[in-house]
């Protein structure tokens, strides 16, 4: 297990090589963590909780590992972070999200509390599970939402602010959605 304790500083963290571990958690931070990738094999998966993330590689989990990010600052997924995971995706916090990696699940839930800017084309896909977007969603980039028997729901308005480029569910079981401007 890869274990970070409390910095009560604005210090920056930043793991400058992959880490791979049964499980990955942080229970808090002050400043910017900065991960290269990650990579678990237990069902703890990945717990962040602190200000700002910056993912920045490859992210995969196996063992129903979830990945789960509680931020009240800024996270970053950049594009070379695609995420292959066997558990849900879960983003929490009042911290922003952009984003410009693909997530994969093996039928779990991805969801996003904050609000999300796309940085980058990407595709989510759950096989299953739910796509949710509890806030808005922005970014003049592509999307596409593939969540097979799952629900995809977007309680915030999409591309209000910076409409969004090429805008495409591909499957969903129910779809519920604010105003879209694509």
């Known amino acids: 297990d890869w274990s970070s304790d409390v910095c009560s500083s604005d210090l920056d963290v930043t793991a400058s090589a992959a880490i791979n571990a049964e499980s990955i958690t942080q229970t808090a931070a002050a400043g910017t963590t900065t991960f290269v990738a990650l990579d678990t094999n237990a069902v703890g998966g990945i717990n962040l909780s602190g200000t700002a993330f910056a993912l920045n590689g490859a992210i995969n989990t196996s063992n129903a590992g979830p990945v789960t990010i509680a931020n009240s600052g800024a996270l970053t997924i950049a594009a070379a972070a695609d995420m292959t995971l066997t558990g849900a995706f879960d983003q929490s916090g009042s911290g922003a999200v952009t984003t410009s990696a693909d997530i994969t699940t093996d039928g779990d839930a991805i969801g996003f509390t904050g609000a999300v800017t796309l940085g980058g084309a990407l595709t989510?896909?759950?096989?299953?599970?739910?796509?949710?977007?509890?806030?808005?969603?922005?970014?003049?980039?592509?999307?596409?939402?593939?969540?097979?028997?799952?629900?995809?729901?977007?309680?915030?308005?999409?591309?209000?602010?910076?409409?969004?480029?090429?805008?495409?569910?591909?499957?969903?079981?129910?779809?519920?959605?604010?105003?879209?401007?694509?």
């Open 124 to 182: 989510l896909t759950s096989a299953g599970g739910d796509i949710t977007f509890d806030s808005t969603l922005d970014g003049g980039h592509a999307l596409i939402l593939v969540a097979g028997a799952g629900d995809v729901t977007m309680s915030g308005a999409a591309g209000s602010t910076t409409r969004l480029g090429a805008f495409r569910i591909t499957s969903a079981a129910d779809i519920t959605t604010g105003a879209i401007t694509a």
